[in-house]
């Protein structure tokens, strides 16, 4: 699995996706709220879990580092050299010591079990094939202690927005550069039905310098019953599925698919 694009700049990166601490930078009240929405769930289901927790897909830290600071004992993971360069320096600059490694989150062996293991924002949609994704959840079970979890959140992609022009844009966010000024950004996509994936260009502008910068990636599309029977297939159940990170209900309005999982003979046993 290559790198994606949209982690080949880590400081680009914490801007465009602030944590909570800075989430200044981002433009827009409702981006700020969610993005406090989602570290109080992570959080929270950290918490429940009662022992260590595994987060695939860390990035910088921008998760691992609020759950570490709340004295829960955690291993952050990641595919992307240079992410977890930054994480490991940021959780340094809180006092914290972490354990970040690197490994790809379809095959991993780290020779010990979790509590809960989360994969939050979409990062499970880096996984471009059926195979992949048996992969990772396979590996994830291999890694679960007796009554361990998995949490994370996938997009719920409706059809308007898979059905869009290919060739027109679309707003996407705006962040608050300390030299640049507001930056926003747009992108374009193209969905290949028969793969289920988008892929995706962002264009980053600034007020005198449009598009300064392209980045190109890809994700995977997967919808809400297809999914129950991806987890059913690698031997996992949900638990719970919420349409937002504030744990509201999933219905066919929701923006995301928040979900917790327990491994088939867990569950029977609840």
Same mark, same amino acid.
């Given at each position: 699995m290559d790198e994606c694009a949209l982690y080949a700049d880590p400081a680009l990166y914490d801007l465009l996706f602030p944590s909570t601490r800075d989430s200044t930078s981002a433009a827009g009240q409702m981006r700020r709220e969610l993005s406090i929405a989602s570290e109080q769930f992570y959080i929270g289901q950290a918490r429940e879990s009662g022992g260590r927790v595994l987060e695939l897909g860390c990035g910088s830290g921008r998760l691992t580092i609020p759950i570490a600071l709340e004295g829960i004992d955690i291993v952050g993971a990641d595919l992307s050299p240079s992410m977890l360069g930054r994480a490991r320096v940021k959780g340094a600059a809180a006092g914290l010591r972490i354990p970040f490694v690197q490994l790809d989150m379809r095959q991993f062996d780290l020779g010990t079990r979790f509590s809960a293991i989360l994969i939050p924002w979409n990062a499970l949609l880096h996984l471009l094939t059926i195979e992949d994704l048996k992969q990772c959840? /396979?590996? !994830?079970?291999?890694? +679960? /202690?007796? @009554? @361990?979890k998995l949490v994370f959140d996938v997009s719920?992609?409706?059809l308007p927005r898979l059905a869009r022009d290919p060739g027109e844009r679309h707003p996407v966010l705006r962040v608050n550069h300390p030299e640049r000024g507001e930056i926003s950004v747009d992108e374009t996509a193209v969905y290949d039905a028969a793969e289920q994936i988008r892929r995706v260009v962002w264009y980053l502008s600034a007020p005198d310098d449009p598009d300064f910068q392209t980045i190109d990636y890809r994700l995977r599309v997967i919808f809400p019953q297809e999914l129950i029977l991806l987890l059913d297939c690698a031997g996992f159940r949900l638990e719970r599925r919420y349409g937002e990170f504030t744990r509201e209900a999933f219905t066919s309005s929701s923006p995301?698919? !928040? #979900? !917790? #999982? +327990?491994p088939v003979e867990e569950q029977a046993e609840v």
């Amino acid at each position: 699995m290559d790198e994606c694009a949209l982690y080949a700049d880590p400081a680009l990166y914490d801007l465009l996706f602030p944590s909570t601490r800075d989430s200044t930078s981002a433009a827009g009240q409702m981006r700020r709220e969610l993005s406090i929405a989602s570290e109080q769930f992570y959080i929270g289901q950290a918490r429940e879990s009662g022992g260590r927790v595994l987060e695939l897909g860390c990035g910088s830290g921008r998760l691992t580092i609020p759950i570490a600071l709340e004295g829960i004992d955690i291993v952050g993971a990641d595919l992307s050299p240079s992410m977890l360069g930054r994480a490991r320096v940021k959780g340094a600059a809180a006092g914290l010591r972490i354990p970040f490694v690197q490994l790809d989150m379809r095959q991993f062996d780290l020779g010990t079990r979790f509590s809960a293991i989360l994969i939050p924002w979409n990062a499970l949609l880096h996984l471009l094939t059926i195979e992949d994704l048996k992969q990772c959840f /396979a590996s !994830v079970r291999r890694h +679960l /202690a007796p @009554g @361990g979890k998995l949490v994370f959140d996938v997009s719920k992609w409706d059809l308007p927005r898979l059905a869009r022009d290919p060739g027109e844009r679309h707003p996407v966010l705006r962040v608050n550069h300390p030299e640049r000024g507001e930056i926003s950004v747009d992108e374009t996509a193209v969905y290949d039905a028969a793969e289920q994936i988008r892929r995706v260009v962002w264009y980053l502008s600034a007020p005198d310098d449009p598009d300064f910068q392209t980045i190109d990636y890809r994700l995977r599309v997967i919808f809400p019953q297809e999914l129950i029977l991806l987890l059913d297939c690698a031997g996992f159940r949900l638990e719970r599925r919420y349409g937002e990170f504030t744990r509201e209900a999933f219905t066919s309005s929701s923006p995301r698919q !928040v #979900c !917790v #999982c +327990l491994p088939v003979e867990e569950q029977a046993e609840v």
